[in-house]
């Protein structure tokens, strides 16, 4: 049976912190299901959300989080292809119009109406979550609830980079914030798909995490003398790599990187950085045949085909579980950089 209420972390004023209180459960509208999320992957996007960070304001008083597992437990009268029991995941895109035109050619992402998780409708850092039932994630019931949280935003995000940067098996790809959530899933994602990476990160221990989950290199860029050398020097034949995705969080890499990606190379941003603008020789830009492009999230079939790499036993990427109440724990070492890897929390504390 559903309880009336339930435990929750809440944003109450931006900037922050949550709050841990009880609030009442959601009731599912007619086209949602209601999710007991058992666990929900800690994204930086949460972070941003709550210190307002973005020219797009959020919904308050907030319930943040958009990578929560967990299982059905009710569904509106006009859905009828979850059944109650399944497991289903609370995504960034929460629900989107299906009718714009960005909607009809699936790609959802771009809705100009779009209902996001943990943003502009309440998310997962709370027992019981609501999401439109044509965009919620549909898990396998073979599926670790605990482990495939992160895939939700940070692996479904990363696998659709790394299509979008064109790179091919056997080609370089350089991640910029390798050590961090999305970063650590880029590894694997690439390494299941052929392809070389070199992580770029800070720390001794994001380097050590980064070569067992599988980069070909990693330059430390906080000891580096010259990370657009080294970056380039990790490549066989010294002309850089093929594709960069940008997922830091600040705005020097995003220009750092134009300098040593190879000719006709493509530069895919993720990152979020707060008032960051993006900026490239244009002489090198045009002589060099240079692609900067963007990529937001995934569409519903970019999510199915990111959870079959997690289903198949290829994507192990790491992540540390702690209690739900100690969420803002978790975004004070996010804000220092600390974390390697992803934090998982579990709602039951
Ligand atoms: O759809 C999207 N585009 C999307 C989806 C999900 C998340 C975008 N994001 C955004 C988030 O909002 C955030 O801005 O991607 C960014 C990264 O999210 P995350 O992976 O959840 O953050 P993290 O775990 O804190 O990792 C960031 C890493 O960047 C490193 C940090 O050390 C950390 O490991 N980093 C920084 I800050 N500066 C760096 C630099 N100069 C750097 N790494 C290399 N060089
Ligand atoms: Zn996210
Ligand atoms: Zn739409």
Redo the contacts with the bound molecule.
Sequence with gaps: SIPTEQWAQVVEKSGGPVVYKKIPVPKPGPDEVLINIKYSGV???DL?AMMGDWPLPTKLPLVGGHEGAGVVVARGELVKDIEIGDYAGIK?LNGSCMDCYYCRQADE?LCPEPSLSGYTVDGSFQQYAIGKANHVARIPKECDLEAISPIL??GI?VYK?IKESGVRPGQYLTI????????SMALQYAKAMGIHTIA????EE?GKMCKEIGASEYVD?TKSKNVVQDVKNATADQLGPHAVIV????E??FQQASEYVRSRGTIVC????ANAYLKAPVFDTVTRMINIK????GNRQDSAEAIEFFRRGLIKAPYKTVGLSQLQDVYHL?EK?Q??G?YVVDTSK
């Design positions: 994204c930086h996007t941003h960034w992402p935003c940070a995000t980079a910029v914030g390798a050590g961090g959530g999305l970063g770029i990160d800070g720390g994001k860029f997922l830091a969080v600040s020097g890499p993720v990152g979020l950085p963007g990529s937001y999230v996010m950089g974390i390697a992803r």
